[in-house]
T-cell receptor, first 111, second 109 residues
Framework: DAMVIQNPRYQVTQFGKPVTLSCSQT?????MYWYQQKSSQAPKLLFH???????NEADTPDNFQSRRPNTSFCFLDIRSPGLGDAAMYLC??????????FGPGTRLTVT | KNEVEQSPQNLTAQEGEFITINCSYS?????LHWLQQHPGGGIVSLFM???GKKKHGRLIATINIQEKHSSLHITASHPRDSAVYIC???????????FGKGTRLHILP
């Protein structure tokens, strides 16, 4: 089945230790999004790719980076995770501006 | 004030009850989504609306563009419907999705 896959589902990292979260899709969608969702809050858009064009939200910290080596894969790199970065990270894809298909999310814990 | 507001924030009901979750928005939109998120889980898209009404199984979503209001209804609610329901609007001016804070629904057996 076509889908959005996120790995790992649960990630524990140490304070300050770089971590990479992965998203892949079999939908061949040209747009991929990364959202951060903290407990009991709405998802917050970090950045998105339109094909290879990277679009960063103005308030996304520099600590967060992203790579999209090809249509199928997109990575979220957190260079120096802080305790405040513990959250659910959601990847989504879209082929038009109307619909978004979400992955299952990666829950990040920072110790 | 959030551009997308949901009510109630929390809702507990007995199995079988008819459930209504409301969403109002204050910006121009081109579409509105209803999303479901189970505890610890990812987000599933339930509906995308730009006008009128949609039905899928026991779920019904309506939107009134003039009143800038949408509702999600669940008929014959079941404990497995327990989840957070999120309203998200596609904002006209920049095509960004603006999320409501969600409604936490708990259906008791």
């Amino acid at each position: 089945d076509a889908m959005v896959i996120q790995n790992p589902r649960y990630q524990v990292t140490q304070f300050g230790k770089p971590v990479t979260l992965s998203c892949s899709q079999t939908l061949n969608h040209n747009v991929m999004y990364w959202y951060q969702q903290k407990s009991s809050q709405a998802p917050k858009l970090l950045f998105h790719y339109y094909d290879k064009d990277f679009n960063n939200e103005a308030d996304t910290p520099d600590n967060f980076q992203s790579r999209r080596p090809n249509t199928s894969f997109c990575f979220l790199d957190i260079r120096s995770p802080g305790l405040g970065d513990a959250a659910m990270y959601l990847c989504a894809t879209s082929s038009n501006k109307y619909e978004q298909y979400f992955g299952p999310g990666t829950r990040l814990t920072v110790t | 004030k959030n551009e997308v507001e949901q009510s109630p924030q929390n809702l507990t009901a007995q199995e079988g009850e008819f459930i209504t979750i409301n969403c109002s928005y204050s910006v121009g939109i081109s579409a509105l989504h209803w999303l479901q998120q189970h505890p610890g889980g990812g987000i599933v898209s339930l509906f995308m609306l730009s006008s009128g009404k949609k039905k899928h199984g026991r779920l019904i979503a309506t939107i009134n563009i003039q009143e800038k209001h949408s509702s999600l209804h669940i008929t014959a609610s079941h404990p497995r419907d327990s989840a957070v329901y999120i309203c998200a609007a596609l904002r006209n001016r920049d095509d960004k999705i603006i999320f409501g804070k969600g409604t936490r629904l708990h259906i008791l057996p």
